[in-house]
T-cell receptor, first 117, second 114 residues
Framework: DAGVIQSPRHEVTEMGQEVTLRCKPI?????LFWYRQTMMRGLELLIY????????DSGMPEDRFSAKMPNASFSTLKIQPSEPRDSAVYFC???????????????FGPGTRLTVT | AQTVTQSQPEMSVQEAETVTLSCTYD???????LFWYKQPPSRQMILVIR??????QNATENRFSVNFQKAAKSFSLKISDSQLGDAAMYFC???????????FGEGTQLTVNP
């Protein structure tokens, strides 16, 4: 298995520009998570999906952030417009409940380092 | 809300020695999961070990073991025979059984000295 795939690995953009981060979860996993890591706030959950449906988006900072999961093998996190304080490493993770209703360990992608100047 | 606290921002250990990283958490739940993740300089988050709260037996994975004290809400990680490749940031994390959100601690930076 290729693991969780994220693209791009690095993104540098100017303030005000739109940024789209992409994630392909592990095949067969029915949960997908977006986390953000910063020095100030550590690792924090932004949003997660179950079977392509958003379950909890309470961690999304503001309306500039949006996430979609159009199918079981693809998700995007979009920031529009971007600001310097959005600079962080964004991780995507996936897991499976294997039909039990309880989730198993989350497997993380390599992350996208976003720099907004 | 659940909180996870790692009180040791930095730790160091000599190669081949044993080190213990501390973690405490706060929850009102009786069933939950606890994890230790490792983040090397590559920034990849790697699962080290997992513990189910309903299991009394401490989890073990090769050189890694935990000391899970449910009443004290403590979940420490012991690394035996430390290797240079163990150098990384280690995160303790909590997950409710009924939900899927991982709550992370602040992390402990482990240095392994040759």
């Amino acid at each position: 298995d290729a693991g969780v795939i994220q693209s791009p690995r690095h993104e540098v953009t100017e303030m005000g520009q739109e940024v789209t981060l992409r994630c392909k979860p592990i095949s067969g996993h029915d949960y997908l998570f977006w986390y953000r890591q910063t020095m100030m706030r550590g690792l924090e959950l932004l949003i997660y999906f179950n079977n392509n449906v958003p379950i909890d988006d309470s961690g999304m900072p503001e309306d500039r952030f949006s996430a979609k999961m159009p199918n079981a093998s693809f998700s995007t996190l979009k920031i529009q417009p971007s600001e310097p304080r959005d600079s962080a490493v964004y991780f995507c993770a996936s897991s499976t409940s294997a039909g039990t209703g309880e989730t198993y360990e989350q497997y993380f992608g390599p992350g996208t380092r976003l720099t907004v100047t | 809300a659940q909180t996870v606290t790692q009180s040791q921002p930095e730790m160091s250990v000599q190669e081949a020695e044993t080190v213990t990283l501390s973690c405490t958490y706060d929850t009102s739940e009786s069933d939950y999961y606890l994890f230790w993740y490792k983040q090397p300089p590559s920034r990849q988050m790697i699962l080290v070990i997992r513990q189910e709260a309903y299991k009394q037996q401490n989890a073990t994975e090769n050189r890694f073991s935990v000391n899970f004290q449910k009443a004290a809400k403590s979940f420490s990680l012991k690394i035996s025979d430390s290797q240079l490749g163990d150098a990384a940031m280690y995160f303790c994390a909590y997950e409710e059984t009924s939900g899927s959100r991982l709550t992370f601690g602040e992390g402990t930076q482990l240095t392994v000295n040759p």
